[in-house]
């Protein structure tokens, strides 16, 4: 049985994400400056340890997301391809993006990932979520009952 508990992201916490080398975003979210990362980190335990974490931004209107995403996701010269993205998001108010979602790898395949969803899910009921999503996760957010969004990468829920 999974746990998911709120820890602050502090430096402590982007030491600890340092030191993991099985998990996708662990390095790079170990970097990021404290005005690049939300105030709380969901950490997923089981089996008495850590066995991967999430972070979500919780966003009042879709031009924080879309601010997000320019600086993050998109280059310049492939912004057209996200049209469906700007069209979807642009008048969303409250809603949720999922910027990383991370099971390490010793503990992959035991639904910790699934289950930190459904308790986003309880969390967020009638919230919309968002997610950027790599192509060799995509079969995990059909899962979930997650859509592609028009033609983009992104993946949206409710």
Do not use: C
Not at 11 to 34: C, F, N, W
Not at 57 to 73: M, V
Request: proline share 3%.
């Amino acid at each position: 049985m999974a746990t998911i508990t709120a820890k602050p992201f502090d430096s402590d916490m982007q030491a600890l994400l340092g030191e993991i080398v099985t998990a996708y975003h662990a390095p790079e979210l170990s970097k990021r400056d404290s005005s690049e990362i939300p105030d709380q980190i969901y950490v997923i335990e089981a089996e008495d340890a850590m066995v991967g974490y999430g972070v979500v931004w919780e966003y009042e209107n879709g031009k924080q997301l879309i601010k997000k995403a320019e600086a993050d996701y998109f280059s310049d010269d492939e912004k057209y391809l996200e049209k469906d993205f700007y069209i979807d998001i642009k008048n969303k108010k409250n809603f949720v993006f999922i910027e990383a979602l991370d099971v390490l790898k010793e503990f992959e395949s035991k639904g910790y990932a699934a289950a930190f969803i459904d308790w986003l899910k309880a969390k967020y009921p009638n919230q919309r979520m968002y997610v950027y999503s790599l192509e060799k996760s995509r079969n995990f957010w059909f899962k979930q009952g997650f859509e592609v969004l028009g033609g983009t990468v992104w993946m949206t829920y409710n």
